[in-house]
């Protein structure tokens, strides 16, 4: 007889089936994927070496854990998918608000109903997704919310106060054999987090004084931001100290492993509604984004404190992507690839993800994000060229000449206005069919050439080498 098909306690006792802790249940399931070889989290891209053995380790330690990190670090993700380390199944005693045990059961009803019905006591069995729940830590959070409370509706059904039968449950029972998360514990107020202390080191809950005392069998997570982000609350130093593993995260070590976020999270599948046109992103694009990202993080107009979330890197390549594909839309032109002159719009989705120091005024919002992501294309510019090179172009400049160019100007007319710069045109296609190799149509080639057109341009500009001079309406004009 399969377990699966266990239906009473007595036919679960003659299959031999042994009920283990939740942390012993996680523990097993992570020593059997160590050695398959197979990731904790397949789709957390830049912990493997830093943040994944922490965890490892706190799980094999059996801990209750913090993933402490600024924001947008992945940390609520992970925790969802610790329910990977649970079984598919597991039993309870049918009926059961707290996943009772059918062989040490805690509450009132199923320790009745197993000593009324014996090996006759229903069996329920249930997957991981009724044992992970999670509470984002809000001011009006009560005790009775995580706990449990007296039911007065119970008691008006007939029950005596003094039954445990009367009690309404909390969130944390109710996830007993399983795992609980509590997402930005600082904001939890401290008295509630004092009520927190028997849970995680005596493992047991009260509720309202009465004489019951669940042993409860759960696993708690929590996440925070780092305690000195002065516009929150704390983590009361005896709730830390009962927290066996305080995992630290961190943003992407490298530009390539932030752009791979971006790529994994972002939209830019944009064929899926029938009514985007084919797309290629040049490799500069993808790396001004992220280091603008990178450079608002050791930005000292940026509250390092509160961070700059790689929501940030994937919200401004989607606007970037988003404002090519209008042009392409526009112009009715079969592919959209993105230019320099984009990154303009990149303004809208850097808004409010950027929190600025104390002695910056609001209004210096889009000025800064404009100045990082000039800088930005100045080190990805300087990374790929040297400006030296392209002194040809600069002297025809010199000469009193000037090229206007803009986000919304089709890709034909860009190239028929960089053709009157010598050399211009020609370096521009060498450098498109060299990090878009793959596009073959001469309509997408010559939108690839634009892109490179204006990246060259625009790091000419940031290298002191060419003014610029932009309008209302998005109008660049490059002269000397």
Not at 296 to 312: D, K, L
Not at 324 to 342: G, I, K, M, T
Request: a negative charge; proline letters at 5%; aromatic letters at 4%.
């Amino acid at each position: 007889m399969g377990l699966e098909r266990a239906g009473t306690l007595g036919e679960l006792r003659a299959s031999g089936y042994r009920v283990v802790p939740v942390k012993e249940e996680m523990r097993r399931n992570l020593v059997r994927k160590l050695k398959a070889g197979e990731p904790l989290f397949p789709d957390i891209l830049g912990y493997e070496d830093t943040v994944v053995p922490q965890i490892q380790n706190a799980i094999l330690s059996k801990h209750d854990m913090l993933f402490l990190g600024l924001r947008g670090q992945a940390k609520t993700r992970m925790l969802r998918q610790l329910v990977h380390l649970l079984d598919d199944s597991i039993p309870i005693v049918a009926g059961s608000e707290v996943n009772d045990d059918p062989f040490h059961p805690i509450s009132r009803f199923a320790i009745d109903l197993v000593a009324e019905k014996g090996d006759a006591t229903p069996i329920e069995w249930i997957g991981p997704d009724r044992r992970y729940h999670e509470k984002l830590a809000t001011p009006d959070v009560t005790i009775a919310d995580l706990v449990g409370e007296v039911d007065m509706i119970k008691h008006a059904e007939g029950r005596y106060l003094s039954s445990e039968l009367t009690m309404h449950f909390g969130l944390i029972p109710r996830t007993n054999r399983g795992i609980f998360c509590i997402n930005e514990l600082p904001d939890l107020a401290p008295k509630i987090q004092v009520g927190l202390f028997n849970v995680l080191e005596e493992r047991d809950i009260q509720i309202r004084g009465y004489p019951i005392r669940l042993e409860l069998d759960v696993c708690m997570v929590f996440s925070a931001n780092p305690e000195d982000y002065t516009n929150r609350g704390r983590i009361v130093t005896p709730l830390k100290d009962r927290i066996g593993s305080v995992v630290r995260t961190h943003y992407p070590l490298t530009r390539e492993i932030g752009i791979a976020v971006s790529d994994q999270n972002a939209w830019l599948d944009r064929g899926g509604d029938g009514m985007a046109k084919s797309m290629a992103i040049p490799t500069y694009i993808k790396e001004v984004v992220e280091e603008a990202s990178r450079l608002a993080r050791t930005s000292p107009h940026v509250n390092q404190q509160s961070g700059v979330s790689v929501r940030m890197s994937i919200a401004n390549l989607e606007n970037v992507v988003s404002n090519a594909e209008r042009r392409a839309l526009v112009h009715d032109e079969p592919c959209v690839v993105p230019r320099v002159s984009d990154l303009a719009h990149a303004a809208a989705s850097s808004r409010g993800k950027l929190e600025l120091t104390m002695n910056e005024d609001e209004g210096h919002e889009d000025k800064l994000i404009h100045r990082i992501l000039d800088e930005a294309v100045k080190n990805i510019f300087g990374a790929h060229f040297d400006a030296r090179e392209f002194r040809p172009i600069v002297e025809h400049f010199e000469s009193g000449q000037s090229v206007e160019l803009g986000d919304m100007v089709p890709s034909r007319a860009v190239l028929d206005r960089i053709a009157k710069v010598p050399g211009l045109k020609k370096r521009a296609e060498e450098i498109a069919s060299k990090l878009l190799p793959d596009l073959k149509d001469r309509e997408a080639r010559d939108a690839a050439a634009a892109s490179a057109a204006e990246f060259v341009l625009e790091g000419l500009h940031v290298h002191n080498k060419l003014n610029r001079a932009v309008k209302t309406g998005g109008s660049t004009t490059y002269r000397r």
